[in-house]
């Protein structure tokens, strides 16, 4: 029987999965370089200078992420005392310290939760979501974002993107290796050189593709965890529901936050997942930034083992 822990152990299983198919994908990236160019110094470089910047966007990831967002600091309960007592009541059943509360200033509703750590997080809201939900499915969307925080998913999409940046940056110099060209009067195997450029073509592809089935496993992740704080994933599906039922996107879009926010902040997953109420084909679903609204309901409620 589909239980939320039997979701949750799942979903972990997965992720670090997917993290070692990354490892691999690096790995298998500098091999077939190094084969081709004889010479992996430049993999060593962009492992370094891929850890340093990302090591750094980790550490202010907080700051970046509120900036883009344009989201601005409640300084007091008094100023949203719905969104700042149920998150303190939250934050006591999970057993997490209270994340400094801000809001953005849009009709969209949705939410996200950022910050390096437990002890500097920050959960976000929109001033269309606090009107639009109930008091159960207010502490659903709000349990999902502590669930981010508890299970340290801005660790691993810092490391998703430490690995993602490796394998752009591997491609982008081994195309300009290549265009330079090697040694003079070094003759080159002509099969080892089509592998290279299909290698420094696809990476960046196949690097994309995984970093999303990354953000859409945490979301699952996320539901199940919320519910379990919550003990009520009834709140969770049906604010979900209300959310994609809102198809106009956010006023401030930027594709690269959009994996924090609850649901995509663009409107292109719901656009996808409406058109002519056609299913979510295979192909599409590696491109979406979150998985299905339906599926993360069906997984809610038991319907479905993610």
Not at 106 to 115: M, S, V, Y
Request: hydrophobic share 45%; proline share 4%; net charge neutral.
């Amino acid at each position: 029987m589909t239980t939320l822990y039997s979701n949750q152990t799942s979903n972990v299983r997965k992720t670090w999965f997917l993290m070692t198919g990354f490892l691999l994908l690096i790995v298998a990236i500098g091999f077939v370089l190094t084969l081709v160019y004889g010479n992996s110094s430049f993999l060593y470089f962009a492992i370094v200078f891929s850890l340093l910047t990302n090591i750094g966007a980790y550490w202010f990831s907080d700051k970046l992420v509120l900036s883009m967002a344009n989201a601005k600091k409640i300084e007091s309960k008094n100023d949203y005392p719905e969104f700042w007592n149920t998150m303190e009541n939250l934050c006591i059943t999970a057993g997490l310290p209270m994340p400094a509360l801000y809001i953005i200033d849009d009709p969209a509703p949705n939410a996200f939760a950022t910050g390096r750590n437990k002890d500097h997080a920050v959960v976000a809201v929109t001033t269309g979501l606090l009107p639009l939900l109930t008091k159960s499915e207010l502490e659903g969307v709000l349990a999902h974002e502590l669930s981010h925080i508890g299970n340290k998913d801005m660790l691993v999409q810092t490391v998703v993107v430490v690995f993602a940046g490796m394998i752009s940056i591997i491609a982008n110099m081994a195309f300009h290796i290549s265009s330079i060209g090697g040694k003079d009067g070094e003759k080159k195997n002509p099969v080892l050189m089509i592998i290279g450029i299909v290698a420094i073509i696809l990476a960046p592809v196949v690097a994309t593709i995984i970093k999303l089935a990354i953000s859409r496993e945490r979301e699952f992740l996320a539901d199940a965890t919320g519910a379990l704080i919550t003990r009520y994933p009834d709140g969770l599906a049906s604010a979900l529901q209300k959310i994609s039922n809102f198809h106009q996107p956010m006023r401030v879009q930027n594709n690269t936050i959009a994996h924090l926010f609850i649901s995509d902040p663009t409107g292109i997953n719901d656009e996808t997942e409406a058109r002519e109420h056609e299913e979510v084909s295979f192909v599409q679903k590696m491109f979406m930034t979150h998985p299905p609204v339906q599926e993360r309901i069906d997984a809610l409620m038991g319907k479905k083992n993610s």
